[in-house]
């Protein structure tokens, strides 16, 4: 199993959209459940969004309605579509792979930086 590659982060105005993808490897994808997780400056990291394999989601109150988490299991990857971006979501945002024997594989992780 190799870690997931996350891409699509970069620098946006307040208001801007912004897609990040995150590309994992190995036969696990399916039956994984995926995750977008977020650390900011001298802040904690904290899950953004997650889907499971059956396609549930569940979304940081502080997105909620601005952020949609999808995945393409024929590609093995995970998307982040991000509107109506602020400045608190500023942070570098990380892909999280969790499988049914419960390891974690962590991808690099992507900067997002919003702009006021």
């Known amino acids: 199993q190799v870690q997931p590659v996350e891409s699509g982060g970069g620098l946006v105005q307040a208001g801007g959209s912004l897609r990040l993808s995150c590309k994992a490897s190995g036969s696990r994808f399916s039956i994984s459940r995926m995750a977008w997780y977020r650390q900011a400056p001298g802040k904690q990291r904290e899950l953004v969004a997650a889907i499971t394999s059956g396609g549930s989601t569940n979304y940081a109150d502080s997105v909620k309605g601005r952020f949609t988490i999808s995945r393409d299991s024929a590609k093995n990857t995970v998307f982040l579509q991000m509107n109506s971006l602020k400045p608190e979501d500023t942070g570098v945002y990380y892909c999280?792979?969790?499988?049914?024997?419960?390891?974690?594989?962590w991808g690099q992780g992507t900067q997002v930086t919003v702009s006021s």
């Open positions: 999280n792979q969790n499988d049914p024997f419960n390891n974690d594989y």
